[in-house]
């Protein structure tokens, strides 16, 4: 029966109609779930899916319904994860490919962890050497204070304690940096190694 009455709808459309305005009808299910139809949208159809029908019964085009704001949010979130995921796997990529392009084997990345562990040794090593030097400078100037027990020290000897004490503690905190720099140095190119390893297996794989 509802078959029908499309049908005497689509023909009734067809015949009170001008050719190019008849040649295709709205319908959507209302909130009963009955099938409601008309040459222009019907007002049951508003904010719900519907279909444009042909003249010869055919579905030619389907509109979903629009979105609620908790779906457009959702849309939204979604839209944006799947964004983030493809600049995270570009960016991937081009930081294998530079990996690649830098390393020609895992001697390679052996050779330049060992370099930049190198240099980062010498320079605390320099570091402990100027500490040296600037106790030793403390040194005297302590020596020189003992003069002057129960007098006010003279302006230069207490700048050369200030300056010795400054000197040592930079230093100091410049081999607490390098060490630091010797764990990243480790972490890189231990991940650098790993990385490698993996890219190797997946081409070998291919």
Same mark, same amino acid.
């Given at each position: 029966?509802?078959?029908?009455?499309?049908?005497?709808?689509?023909?009734?459309?067809? #015949?009170?109609?001008?050719?190019?305005?008849?040649?295709?009808?709205?319908?959507?299910?209302?909130?009963?779930?009955?099938? %409601?139809?008309?040459?222009?949208?019907?007002?049951?159809? %508003?904010?719900? /899916?519907?279909?444009e029908i042909g003249a010869n019964g055919v579905v030619v085009r389907q509109v979903d319904a629009p979105l609620t704001p908790e779906q457009r949010a959702l849309r939204a979130a979604?839209?944006?994860?799947?964004?983030?995921?493809?600049?995270?796997?570009?960016? *991937?990529?081009?930081?294998?490919?530079?990996?690649?392009?830098? &390393?020609?084997?895992?001697?390679?990345?052996?050779?330049?962890? *060992?370099?930049?562990?190198?240099? #980062?040794?010498?320079?605390?090593?320099?570091? @402990?050497?100027?500490?040296? @030097?600037?106790?030793?400078?403390?040194?005297?100037? @302590?020596?020189? /204070? $003992?003069?002057?027990?129960?007098? #006010?020290?003279?302006? $230069?000897?207490?700048?050369?304690?200030?300056?010795?004490?400054?000197?040592?503690?930079?230093?100091? $905190?410049?081999?607490?940096?390098? *060490?630091?720099?010797?764990?990243?140095?480790?972490?890189?190119?231990? @991940?650098?190694?790993?990385? &490698?390893? $993996?890219?190797?297996? %997946?081409? %070998?794989?291919?």
């Amino acid at each position: 029966m509802r078959a029908a009455r499309l049908a005497l709808l689509l023909a009734a459309a067809a #015949t009170s109609l001008p050719a190019a305005a008849a040649a295709n009808i709205l319908c959507c299910n209302d909130e009963r779930g009955k099938q %409601v139809c008309g040459d222009i949208l019907p007002a049951a159809c %508003v904010g719900r /899916a519907y279909r444009e029908i042909g003249a010869n019964g055919v579905v030619v085009r389907q509109v979903d319904a629009p979105l609620t704001p908790e779906q457009r949010a959702l849309r939204a979130a979604e839209e944006r994860k799947k964004k983030e995921a493809e600049e995270a796997a570009n960016e *991937q990529r081009r930081l294998d490919s530079a990996l690649l392009q830098t &390393y020609g084997s895992e001697a390679d990345i052996d050779l330049m962890r *060992q370099r930049a562990e190198a240099d #980062t040794l010498a320079g605390i090593k320099a570091a @402990e050497a100027k500490i040296v @030097e600037a106790k030793k400078r403390r040194k005297k100037f @302590e020596d020189e /204070a $003992e003069f002057y027990k129960k007098r #006010t020290l003279p302006p $230069e000897i207490e700048k050369g304690l200030k300056d010795a004490d400054f000197d040592i503690q930079a230093q100091q $905190e410049l081999i607490g940096a390098k *060490q630091k720099e010797l764990g990243a140095i480790k972490a890189k190119y231990d @991940e650098d190694k790993r990385r &490698y390893q $993996e890219l190797k297996r %997946v081409r %070998v794989r291919q």
